[in-house]
Nanobody
Framework: QVQLVESGGGLVQAGGSLRLSCAAS????????MGWFRQAPGKEREFVAA????????YGADSVKGRLTISRDYAKNTVYLQMNSLKPEDTAVYYC????????????????WGQGTQVTVSS
């Protein structure tokens, strides 16, 4: 059974940092694109970043570039999202997702999803 389990969310003050983790199990994800999405209350789900199996990375909105960094550890089957200089507008539920493939597009249809982890940034 494939599972993606996010962790690392929480409450942080503006300007602070968090590192989200997504542990994948049930299969190897070496041939998968691993992505992060977020959804704020009352808003549509937003693509944040994705990384493919050779380490190519695509980020979503310009507002996250330079502040959020995606990475993956193949040995641990885990993908991370390091978030620095957090802003109140980063408040959302963050989801990890995986899809078989190589070419990253912003968004797209993913095969597997985690349950999400809440990130709240106070001003």
């Amino acid at each position: 059974q494939v599972q993606l389990v996010e962790s690392g969310g929480g409450l942080v003050q503006a300007g602070g940092s968090l590192r989200l983790s997504c542990a994948a199990s049930g299969r190897t994800f070496n041939n998968y694109i691993m992505g992060w999405f977020r959804q704020a209350p009352g808003k549509e789900r937003e693509f944040v970043a994705a990384i493919n199996w050779i380490g190519e990375i695509t980020y979503g909105a310009d507002s996250v570039k330079g502040r959020l960094t995606i990475s993956r550890d193949y040995a641990k089957n885990t993908v991370y999202l390091q978030m620095n200089s957090l802003k109140p507008e980063d408040t959302a539920v963050y989801y990890c997702a995986a899809k078989l493939g190589f070419q990253i597009v912003k968004g797209g249809v993913y095969d597997y999803w985690g349950q999400g982890t809440q990130v709240t940034v106070s001003s």
